[in-house]
């Protein structure tokens, strides 16, 4: 059973930075982060692979940015420039022969 531990969450106003960890007990092939706002659908903020290829949701493209520490096997998610509808809470995700998720970050803008 692979597990994920989320932290760094929090409340920032918007055009601050947050920025994301996920500690994850195996490695895995694939890592992401998604996020879910109230009334919305899940949805894919993030991805990358053991490789370091990644892949972003379109809202969020040159303003967030997806890293993960193969040794660590711990993905990073930077958010910059954030806006009040990236409200949200955050979850880590991971893919090794199925798919696993964390408990969730809430990540707040508000001014």
């Known amino acids: 059973q692979v597990q994920l531990v989320e932290s760094g969450g929090g409340l920032v106003q918007p055009g601050e930075s947050l920025k994301l960890s996920c500690a994850v007990s195996e490695s895995a092939f694939t890592l992401g982060w998604y996020r879910q706002a109230p009334g919305k659908e899940r949805e894919l903020v993030a991805a990358i692979t053991y490789a370091g290829s990644t892949n972003y949701g379109d809202s969020v493209k040159g303003r967030f940015t997806i890293s993960r520490d193969n040794v660590k096997n711990t993905v990073y998610l930077q958010m910059n420039s954030l806006k009040i509808e990236d409200t949200a809470v955050y979850y880590c995700?991971?893919?090794?022969?199925?798919?696993?998720w964390g408990q969730g970050t809430q990540v707040t803008v508000s001014s």
């Open positions: 995700h991971a893919y090794r022969a199925g798919n696993y």
